[in-house]
């Protein structure tokens, strides 16, 4: 039987990235993602139901995360679910399911753009450098020149 293991979530971050690097270098990086479900309760009242994922990046997405994201910021990754289990320290088995980020797309406006320069002049320009997406994911497949795209 085919399976299928794919994973879209737009929502913003609970907490600051923490990066870290294995022993040959390679980054990794833990986020924590809050994802809001949006449902009518009882009453007809549309109400937000958070839902809280745990993300891993690696690599160089992992290092864009650190560098560009903080509490609170928005963004969208795709990637895998992934089952991790492990042993307590009073012996027990423990498992959680969490997210392994494969691609990742910075959401939200630049701090410190032209509508707010001005009242922000004294504060860093945190993101004055983003990258463009092509520095820290695959690059898209090139169109053969004369075929259409059908949209």
Known sequence: MASFNRVILVGNLTRDPEIRYTQSGLAVCNLGLAVNERTKNA???WVDEPVFVDVTLWDRTAQVASEYLSKGSPVLIEG???LDTWQSPDGQKRSKLCVVGQRMQLLGSRQGGPATEGANRAAPRREAQRPVAEDYDAPP???PPGDDIPF
Do not use: D, I, S, T
Request: hydrophobic residues 20%.
């Open 141 to 143: 497949p090139e169109v």
């Open 43 to 45: 009453e007809g009242e």
């Open 80 to 82: 895998r679910l992934k």
